[in-house]
Nanobody, 121 residues
């Protein structure tokens, strides 16, 4: 199984920047696409963006041009660079990953526990 651990969240003023990390560990054959999601207080979880193993990315319109997703395949780590943060970016940020198990080669997905980002005005 894969364990995902997010880090880097915190309190930042509007207009500021934060960099989140998502580190994968455990027993697995390969990690494929990885993604960031977020959940604002009182709202449903929403997709922020994703990245494949080749480094190709997609973003939600709300973060396009401000957020950048990258990954280091050698470290099994994904990053989310967040610039020009707005109050509306406040929420718990979760990472997710598609991976193949070591035994049986099953394709599964894993989620982290989340890291809180709070943007103040």
């Amino acid at each position: 199984q894969v364990q995902l651990v997010e880090s880097g969240g915190g309190l930042v003023q509007a207009g500021g920047s934060l960099r989140l990390s998502c580190a994968a560990s455990g027993r697995f054959s390969s990690i494929y696409a990885m993604a960031w999601h977020r959940q604002a207080p009182g709202k449903q979880r929403e997709w922020v963006g994703n990245i494949n193993t080749a480094g190709n990315t997609n973003y939600a319109d709300s973060v396009k041009g401000r957020f950048t997703i990258s990954r280091d395949n050698a470290k099994n780590t994904m990053y989310l660079q967040m610039n020009s943060l707005e109050r509306e970016d406040t929420g718990v940020y979760y990472c997710a990953a598609d991976y193949r198990t070591l035994n049986l080669g099953r394709l599964l997905d894993a989620w982290g526990q989340g890291t809180l980002v709070t943007v103040s005005s």
